[in-house]
């Protein structure tokens, strides 16, 4: 099923996620304080795209992102959790991999790898961390990309573990967007 299936299919697709949708605060909220990243403010009144394009440290998501064909995706209604990784995080990856990646014929893994950074609901830090805490130390997550990774805490921070053992921190928590929530994170994840 595709990314954009996923998104339809609202309170079903929820159950993918964190296992519950989070409500947290509102986009009106939110508005007023908007979140520097990558030397841009991300406003909680755009949607992830028209926010992640001004991020100075995520042209690389950016350009795989629309390599992969999911623009449209993810300016969508959602909502979407979206694990961000920086264009530093893309730079550990082994020399040759992102442009490897974005070539046509490898649309389907870039997809998978992409999708694999994506929730669908909107979830916020607190609430990761609650749902670490009562699963005593380790948190499924299923991503709309088929991938479950392992959320843990590293004193305050939010840790992804991926299916190859990789750990992406959180390193900005909580970019609210208009359809949905952005953490930014330090590593790639990758499928198993």
Do not use: R
């Amino acid at each position: 099923m595709t990314l954009h299936k996923l998104a339809l299919a609202g309170t079903a697709a929820l159950a993918l996620g964190f296992g519950f949708a989070t409500v947290g605060p509102s986009a009106a909220q939110m508005a007023d304080k908007p979140v520097t990243v990558g030397g841009a403010p991300m406003y909680a009144n755009k949607n992830i795209i028209e926010n992640a394009v001004n991020s100075k440290d995520h042209t690389t998501l950016v350009a795989a992102v629309k390599a992969a064909g999911l623009v449209e995706t993810l300016s969508g209604k959602g909502p979407f959790t979206v694990f961000a990784p920086t264009n530093a995080a893309f730079a550990k990856l082994p020399a040759g991999t992102v442009d490897n990646l974005v070539k046509p014929e490898n649309k389907a893994t870039l997809t998978k790898i992409l999708t694999c950074h994506v929730v669908a609901a909107d979830v916020m830090s607190s609430a990761i961390a609650k749902m670490i805490k009562d699963s005593k130390g380790m948190h499924p997550v299923k991503t709309v990309g088929g991938c479950t990774y392992n959320a843990k805490m590293n004193g305050d921070k939010i840790v992804l573990v991926d299916g190859k053992g990789n750990e992406a921190t959180v390193t900005i928590a909580n970019v609210k967007q208009s359809n949905g929530v952005i953490h930014v994170i330090d590593t790639v994840l990758l499928p198993g």
